[in-house]
T-cell receptor
Framework: GAGVSQTPSNKVTEKGKYVELRCDPI?????LYWYRQSLGQGPEFLIY????????DSGLPNDRFFAVRPEGSVSTLKIQRTERGDSAVYLC????????????FGEGSRLTVL | SQQGEEDPQALSIQEGENATMNCSYK?????LQWYRQNSGRGLVHLIL?????REKHSGRLRVTLDTSKKSSSLLITASRAADTASYFC????????????FGKGTSLLVTP
């Protein structure tokens, strides 16, 4: 596609449920990033992939969060046993290579945990 | 962690005026980038300045970088109502694993 695509755009779930958020990056972009943004804050880094491997997952807040990118393209962010504090907009971004250039962001997935 | 810190947090000006936003950061960088975010949307890249550059222009945007002070500024000249958005700086560094770190942003309101 022409840009980074994220689905769903909105997700409402109940506390304790499992959630998956999907990101389809720009074709050919090897680096893919996940960020979380709370209201009035800047994007908070979660994890990034270079190809299929997680090059840096130091931003994942705890072991309830996990992300995969099995074929080096689409990525899925998985959140287990969701908590109300997980409510935020989850942003995905990609760029051509890890160490240079601009990030291209998707429109985000807004997660609300009731 | 969020390395960049933008200042001011909020800025309100009238159309035609210039808007200046500042960003300070803590560690050495390869480059610094500025992004814009309209309410409820994703971030859009505005400009990238490398650590060996001091100033860069793009249309009505002017970015400066002072690596000795670990600071950058974004100037928007002749502002328009359509410039209303949040603006973020992001630092890109090999020693942070190339995970761009964003600040909290400056919320700019341009009134007609």
């Amino acid at each position: 596609g022409a840009g980074v695509s994220q689905t769903p755009s909105n997700k409402v779930t109940e506390k304790g449920k499992y959630v998956e958020l999907r990101c389809d990056p720009i074709s050919g972009h090897t680096a893919l990033y996940w960020y979380r943004q709370s209201l009035g804050q800047g994007p908070e880094f979660l994890i990034y992939f270079q190809g299929t491997g997680a090059a840096d997952d130091s931003g994942l807040p705890n072991d309830r969060f996990f992300a995969v990118r099995p074929e080096g393209s689409v990525s899925t962010l998985k959140i287990q046993r969701t908590e109300r504090g997980d409510s935020a907009v989850y942003l995905c971004a990609s760029r051509l290579a890890t160490n240079t250039g601009e990030l291209f962001f998707g429109e985000g997935s807004r997660l609300t945990v009731l | 962690s969020q390395q960049g810190e933008e200042d001011p947090q909020a800025l309100s000006i009238q159309e035609g005026e210039n808007a200046t936003m500042n960003c300070s950061y803590k560690t050495s960088i390869n480059n610094l980038q500025w992004y814009r975010q309209n309410s409820g949307r994703g971030l859009v890249h505005l400009i990238l300045i490398r650590s060996n550059e001091r100033e860069k222009h793009s249309g009505r945007l002017r970015v400066t970088l002072d690596t000795s002070k670990k600071s950058s500024s974004l100037l928007i000249t002749a502002s328009r109502a359509a410039d209303t958005a949040s603006y973020f700086c992001a630092t890109d560094a090999w020693n942070s694993g190339y995970a761009l770190n964003f600040g909290k942003g400056t919320s700019l309101l341009v009134t007609p």
